[in-house]
């Protein structure tokens, strides 16, 4: 059963996300985009409330990739890239973390196909653009290349945890 924590974090979450979600289809991105930050940001948080692993990276990918969806929808293609590239690599990062939680490895490298297609679905909307496409490509990169870039964990993004 979950407790008051969890289920008041959820739901906080849930709403924000709805909220944004409503924003988003009206074509008010700004104030899509303030909720979706308000809601990643408390998932981040709390990140340690939510009832499963499993639970806590999905909504972490959906908080990451609705404010990348809306940044693009912003003209912010730089941001997006961003974006899409430190969620994806916090995934991959937190599938070879030795210290990570088995359930948070599992649901690391079941989310990160994810965040993979839409790392490649971006990087084919933006076709060739200077500044986003190096970006981008050096992201699906890391992630092909058999995690090497894993071996200095000092110089890399935060694990989620």
Same mark, same amino acid.
């Given at each position: 059963?979950?407790?008051?924590?969890?289920?008041?974090?959820?739901?906080?979450?849930?709403?924000?996300?709805?909220?944004?979600?409503?924003?988003?289809?009206?074509?008010?991105?700004?104030?899509?985009?303030? $909720?979706?930050? #308000?809601? %990643?940001?408390? =998932?981040?948080? &709390?990140?340690? *409330?939510?009832?499963? !692993?499993?639970?806590?990276? +999905?909504?972490?990918?959906?908080?990451?990739?609705?404010?990348?969806?809306?940044?693009?929808?912003?003209?912010?293609?730089?941001?997006?890239?961003?974006?899409? $590239?430190?969620? #994806?690599? %916090?995934?991959? =990062?937190?599938? &070879?973390?030795? *210290?990570?939680?088995? !359930?948070?490895?599992?649901? +690391?490298?079941?989310?990160?196909?994810?965040?993979?297609?839409?790392?490649?679905?971006?990087?084919?909307?933006?076709?060739?653009?200077?500044?986003?496409?190096?970006?981008?490509?050096?992201?699906?990169?890391?992630?092909?290349?058999?995690?090497?870039?894993?071996?200095?964990?000092?110089?890399?993004?935060?694990?989620?945890?």
């Amino acid at each position: 059963m979950a407790n008051s924590k969890q289920t008041d974090v959820c739901e906080s979450w849930k709403q924000l996300t709805s909220e944004g979600n409503t924003h988003f289809h009206a074509h008010a991105f700004t104030r899509a985009l303030t $909720c979706y930050e #308000h809601a %990643r940001s408390m =998932l981040l948080q &709390h990140f340690e *409330a939510w009832a499963t !692993a499993d639970d806590a990276v +999905a909504a972490l990918v959906v908080s990451y990739l609705n404010l990348a969806d809306t940044q693009q929808r912003l003209g912010r293609s730089q941001e997006a890239a961003d974006t899409l $590239c430190m969620v #994806h690599d %916090r995934l991959i =990062l937190s599938m &070879h973390h030795p *210290a990570a939680e088995p !359930a948070l490895r599992e649901a +690391a490298r079941r989310h990160q196909r994810e965040t993979f297609a839409a790392l490649t679905q971006f990087a084919k909307a933006q076709g060739q653009d200077s500044h986003v496409s190096p970006l981008v490509e050096a992201c699906l990169a890391r992630s092909k290349s058999g995690m090497a870039y894993m071996h200095d964990t000092h110089n890399i993004a935060t694990p989620i945890h």
